[in-house]
């Protein structure tokens, strides 16, 4: 069983967060989240407060060939 990757920029706007909104909203610089969204990775302690908010694993923000 497969389950759907988690897709930050799917799950942003679901919530109905702009870019900069979740960036204020969990404490971090708007472009951390740019960078989460491209797959260009984060500062780890950036990556977590993002992935706390979604409530997944900083796992789930890396692209898959670096989450595998």
């Not at 989240?33 to 789930?60: I, M, W, Y």
């Amino acid at each position: 069983m497969t389950s759907t990757p988690f897709v930050l920029a799917v799950a942003r706007m679901n919530k109905g967060l702009s870019q900069r909104a979740l960036a204020a909203k969990v404490g971090v610089g708007l472009e951390t989240v740019r960078r989460l969204e491209n797959g260009l990775g984060a500062r780890p302690a950036n990556a977590k407060k993002v992935a706390d908010f979604f409530d997944v694993q900083v796992t789930d923000l890396l692209p898959l060939e670096e989450a595998a």
